[in-house]
C-alpha cells in the first residue's frame, strides 16, 4: 500500500510542469474563439476612368481635386460654357462651374472609394473690381474671403483652378474675397497636393493691387 501511495504522488507534479513548459513556448490553452475576420483593406482611392466623349457632350471636360486617404486626388467633371463669352467671361464661368463641382457630393463610387470635399456650397466667384483699381485681368473673387475657407477646401479651391483655364499661363491663381481687400496670388505645390490639411497653399502680394 505504501508503493502505490508514493507512485500516485510523483505523477501529479508532471502537470503543472507540463503546463508551465508550454506556457514558455508561447502556446495558451483557450476555449474561446479567436477568429476576428479579415484584416481591413486600405481604401484605393483610384476609379476607373470615365468615357471622355461623353463628357465632352455634357460640357468641357475638367479636372477637380477632391480629398482622399488625407490628400488631394483628380477626379474627371465637365463644365458647360456658352459659346461666344469672351476671355475674360470665359475664365469666371469656367470657374464657377468648377466651384459648383467642388461644393456638389461626390458620387456615389467615390464616396466607397473614399472621396471627400471640404468645399461648401452657396460659394460664388466673380471677376476683378472695375478697371483703374490695379487689380490683374485674371482676378477671381470669391464669395467668402479666402482666409476663411479651412486650409484643405482652399487647397482644393487653389489646385483646381490652376489646373484650368482660370490658370496663368504659371499656373498661379489671383484670388480674392468679396470686399476691397487686396487679392493674393497663390499657388498649387506638391506639398500642399500631399497635404492639404495642413499645407495651406503658399501666397503671394499681388503688384499693384
Request: aromatic residues 2%; neutral net charge.
Amino acid at each position: 500500500m505504501t508503493t502505490v501511495r508514493r507512485r500516485g504522488a510523483l505523477r501529479w507534479p508532471a502537470v503543472p510542469l507540463l503546463a508551465l513548459l508550454l506556457a514558455g513556448c508561447g502556446i495558451r490553452s483557450t476555449q474561446v474563439p479567436t477568429d476576428f475576420g479579415p484584416a481591413p483593406s486600405r481604401v484605393p482611392c483610384t476609379l476607373s476612368g470615365p468615357d471622355v466623349s461623353t463628357q465632352a457632350s455634357r460640357g468641357i471636360p475638367v479636372q477637380v481635386f477632391l480629398l482622399c486617404s488625407g490628400q488631394l486626388v483628380t477626379v474627371d467633371r465637365s463644365v458647360r460654357v456658352p459659346d461666344g463669352a469672351t476671355e475674360s467671361a470665359r475664365r469666371v464661368l469656367v470657374a464657377q462651374g468648377l466651384l459648383d463641382e467642388l461644393a456638389g457630393s461626390p458620387s456615389t463610387p467615390e464616396q466607397q472609394a473614399g472621396y471627400t470635399t471640404d468645399v461648401r456650397g452657396g460659394m460664388t466667384v466673380s471677376g476683378p473690381r472695375p478697371r483703374g483699381t490695379g487689380e490683374p485681368e485674371d482676378t477671381l473673387r470669391l464669395s467668402t474671403p479666402p482666409r476663411e475657407l479651412t486650409p484643405a477646401a482652399l487647397a482644393q479651391l487653389v489646385c483646381t483652378f490652376s489646373d484650368s483655364a482660370a490658370a496663368q499661363d504659371d499656373g498661379s491663381v489671383v484670388l480674392g474675397g468679396p470686399d476691397a481687400t487686396a487679392p493674393r496670388r497663390y499657388q498649387c505645390t506638391s506639398d500642399v497636393r500631399s497635404d492639404p490639411g495642413r499645407k495651406a497653399p503658399p501666397s503671394t502680394a499681388v503688384d499693384g493691387a
